[in-house]
């Protein structure tokens, strides 16, 4: 290769820390390190040459020959000057490149054969080298004005370089580029290689520099801007001084800035709020708008966007809190613990959305603070009772006097955090108006898939409510619309038996009142027989809110006897349950003392539980009338009439007289005329007592039943059988005819309860008869 020479020697070695060594490079650079002292020491007495390489990790405190490039320098020693501790400074001169070929010795120092490669001045530049020259010393130009860190006598000295080799080699020198990039100049051996090495370099150096620039550029236009602002903050607040008007609307806009940046806000909610901030800082103190904003601005930063409480997963932990709290809703709280089986699996799952539907006094809101109370969540209530206008859902917007957010985000501004229970209690008692109807407002709430960006009119920036859970109470589904009801779980809470309320007084109501009253357990002694007469005498109801209320009436007479009496214990028993609730209110119906013609015990539905219903039919001569009293409602009008109209289709096999219908009147009575009676459920039992009636045969005392006719003599369906089966035990009832499409239903039915009664699924007139009527036989028996 044209002007290349080689050239072997044998030199002690030192590897330098942090340090790059070039040829045509004077540099000094202490040496510490034992061996290194023995390699200068050696130098000094061969000809002044050492071989300089660099670590590859300067934290390497005694390398080996893995340790450092195959590649450095030979330089000769210009001067040795000894430090205080035994540290030496060394002036070197970096003299060729040079290519480790075998390492000699390692100990008491580095020894290597090394391999020199010298290009001569005389190498021939050509057309190409020369125009890679000139790129390379205006790429070096542009560094130098841009970097600002070398001086320019360096630059007027570069320019007259005319060899290419020492050119690079110059230029490299004095750049500040990192030991990676300067080994590999060092290692282009080549003078147009290493120009090309270099001239990379240079470029990129120059582009990162030029970013570099821009950044300072923009960072002193911010600070002079900032100057700026601070200098007429300063003067404003002098002028506000003279003024008298202390802490003015700018300090307050710095105090909502930190508030805002403290408060981690979504991006949108954060641009939003300070862009209301600057306008409240160029509004003049005391202006009405002002204090708009101000309570915007507070709406928005007490609000828990990041705040939210941590999940008690803990099943077992759960189930005792509600099993604690309350006692049966068995199907409510499987599904609690279901939930918090799906949630130790899968961490993001949205809130379900239940809804408890039953009658009042069964624990519908009570459950739902357990709920809370197990998840380790805040609760917060919401009544809908009468709620009509939709501001109260979504708020106002800000453009009205006295505008504020909708109860649903005032509730969880309350709790503190943006996972908690909400309950919105008796939800099928909305209603709507002229002012919008708030039903379709809460669509958005409860839709899993809309409420992650719920928006209220008064905060115009989306809420995520995707981690509340979500739980609605309502009396009856009847009233609740139908898009809504649609977005709802709906968990059915029916009424609690005579066994369960007995259970529920004991363990719950009654040490509760007793607490409540200042009273002591050992004070207050109720027999169990009591609190059954009080449950069936003193309340008519599915839950327990009334028998509550029994329970503190006597607490309050039991602790004025104390103190009027001296007395420190107060039995009640049944025998004076009357001195402290009064006369009996109610009276259940029980069963028929005989076997009766006409009368036929049907079972009906009522809010506060299930009840027997006594339907008697007497005939008379006339010509053909219905008669229907009792306060009957339309659907057991019909029923009647499709009963009469069976019956006359099965004339011959009830062997009745063909003229009947024309020669009698038939009257249909159901007693306690003043109460308002209604629905499908007495068809079968008002057809069995007219049959009864016009057949002169007896029914069975102890049969009550349940279910719709048709003109056919099918037995249909009908609701609330759990309430009516349970009315029937009661009652003293032995035997029950339910429709057989109603069999799914009698899981429901406590297993005490089936045990005791005799349950028979009929899906014809022609079996209910056979059970319901009494047979000769029979009647001979008796």
Not at 225 to 241: G, R, T
Request: glycine share 6%; aromatic share 6%.
């Amino acid at each position: 290769m044209e002007g290349r020479k080689t050239k072997r020697e044998s030199l002690p070695l030192i590897p330098l820390r942090g340090l790059s060594v070039f040829p045509y490079m004077v540099l000094h650079f202490d040496v510490g390190r034992e061996k290194s002292i023995h390699a200068l020491e050696e130098a000094m007495v061969n000809d002044q040459l050492i071989f300089l390489t660099t670590q590859k990790e300067a934290e390497t405190d005694l390398p080996t020959a893995e340790d450092f490039y195959q590649v450095g320098t030979v330089a000769k020693i210009k001067q040795m000057l000894k430090l205080p501790g035994d540290a030496i400074r060394v002036l070197v001169e970096g003299i060729s490149r040079a290519r480790i070929v075998k390492l000699l010795q390692e100990d008491p120092f580095f020894q290597a054969e090394v391999e020199e490669e010298i290009f001569g001045e005389e190498i021939k530049i050509d057309k190409e080298l020369e125009a890679l020259m000139r790129a390379v010393l205006d790429a070096f130009e542009n560094y130098v004005a841009i970097s600002n860190r070398i001086s320019p006598e360096i630059l007027m000295s570069v320019t007259t370089i005319e060899a290419p080799g020492r050119l690079a080699d110059v230029i490299a020198s004095h750049m500040i580029l990192k030991i990676e990039q300067k080994q590999e100049i060092l290692e282009a051996f080549h003078p147009k290689e290493r120009l090309e090495v270099l001239y990379r370099f240079l470029l990129r150096e120059i582009e990162i520099l030029e970013i570099e620039r821009e950044i300072n550029a923009k960072v002193k236009r911010q600070i002079n801007k900032l100057q700026k602002e601070y200098y007429l903050k300063e003067q404003l607040k002098a002028i506000q001084e003279e003024l008298g008007d202390y802490g003015g609307i700018d300090d307050e806009g710095e105090a909502y800035r930190e508030r805002i940046q403290k408060a981690k806000l979504p991006k949108k909610v954060e641009e939003k709020v300070l862009k209301e901030v600057d306008r409240l800082s160029r509004l003049a103190p005391g202006s009405a708008e002002g204090s708009v904003i101000r309570t915007y601005v507070d709406w928005i930063l007490d609000l828990p966007w990041n705040k939210q409480t941590k999940d008690q997963l803990d099943i077992q932990r759960a189930k005792a809190i509600l099993d604690e709290d309350h006692y049966g809703l068995k199907r409510v709280k499987e599904r609690i613990l279901e939930y918090l089986a799906i949630r130790q699996l899968a961490k993001d799952m949205k809130g379900p959305i239940i809804c408890l539907v039953g009658p009042p006094g069964v624990g519908k809101t009570s459950i739902a603070k357990s709920i809370a109370r197990s998840l380790n969540r805040n609760f917060v209530r919401m009544s809908l009772g009468g709620v009509r206008d939709e501001a109260e859902i979504r708020g106002h917007r800000r453009t009205y006097i006295g505008a504020i957010p909708g109860r649903i985000i005032s509730a969880i501004k309350e709790a503190g955090s943006k996972n908690p229970v909400f309950l919105f209690d008796e939800i099928d008692k909305l209603s709507s108006d002229f002012r919008g109807d708030p039903a379709a407002a809460l669509l958005e709430t409860l839709d899993p898939e809309q409420n992650k960006e719920f928006t209220d009119h008064y905060l115009e920036v989306p809420f995520d409510l995707s981690k509340v859970m979500f739980i609605t109470t309502a009396n009856s589904l009847g009233t609740i619309p139908r898009p809504l009801l649609d977005r709802m779980e709906v968990i059915e809470v029916s009424g609690y038996t005579e066994e369960e309320k007995v259970v529920i007084a004991q363990k719950y109501l009654l040490p509760k009142q007793i607490k409540e009253h200042a009273l002591k357990p050992e004070n207050l002694q109720i027999s169990e027989q009591t609190i059954r007469d009080i449950i069936n005498s003193y309340t008519r109801e599915s839950g327990v809110r009334n028998l509550e209320r029994q329970i503190a009436t006597i607490c309050r007479k039991a602790a004025r006897r104390m103190l009027e009496e001296k007395a420190k214990v107060v039995r009640v028993n049944p025998n004076n349950l009357k001195n402290y609730l009064g006369i009996p209110r109610f009276r259940y119906d029980k069963a028929q003392e005989k076997n009766e013609v006409g009368i036929a015990t049907g079972l009906a539905w009522t809010v506060v539980g299930g009840d027997t219903l006594s339907i008697e039919v007497t005939t008379m001569k006339g010509n053909g009338k219905l008669v229907l009293t009792g306060q009957l409602g339309d659907v057991m009008k019909e029923s009647a009439r499709a009963g009469i109209s069976y019956i006359r289709s099965k004339m011959e096999e009830l062997k009745l007289p063909e003229d009947f219908y024309q020669t009698l009147d038939i009257h249909i009575h159901i007693p306690e005329g003043a109460i308002p009676k209604d629905g499908p459920s007495a068809g079968i039992t008002m057809a069995t007592a007219v049959i009864s009636a016009l057949t002169n045969i007896p029914i069975h005392k102890n049969v009550a039943m349940t279910g719709e006719i048709t003109l056919r003599g099918r037995v249909l369906p009908v609701g609330g059988i759990k309430e009516k089966v349970l009315a029937a035990n009661r009652a003293g009832i032995k035997k029950v005819l339910l429709p057989v499409e109603n069999q799914k239903d009698i899981e429901e039915i406590p297993e005490n309860i089936r045990r005791k009664l005799e349950i028979v699924f009929v899906e014809h007139m022609d079996q209910v008869l056979e059970h319901a009527l009494v047979r000769k036989e029979e009647c001979h028996e008796n």
